[in-house]
């Protein structure tokens, strides 16, 4: 999945249906507020609540801890 899909502007967290945020290093959609990364498997985004794993305190540290900004108002 690239960084412009625009898929990613409505794709969400399965639990707490908030945005995602790309973490193209590790292949995966990744939850700041849960703390909680959903592998993509062959381009797919893996979007099951039981498909999400906590994410190490290095990796929460590596991510921005919020979306940037999408421009609108």
Do not use: T
Not at 32 to 44: K, Q
Not at 51 to 73: F, M, N, R, T, W
């Amino acid at each position: 999945m690239k960084p412009d899909n625009p898929l990613l502007k409505i794709l969400a967290c399965p639990l707490d249906k908030g945005p995602l945020i790309l973490d193209e290093i590790r292949g995966a959609l990744y939850n700041p507020r849960l703390r909680r990364r959903y592998p993509i498997v062959d381009g797919i985004p893996q979007l099951l609540p039981s498909s999400g794993e906590p994410a190490v305190e290095q990796e929460h540290d590596a991510l921005p801890a919020e979306l940037p900004d999408s421009g609108s108002s």
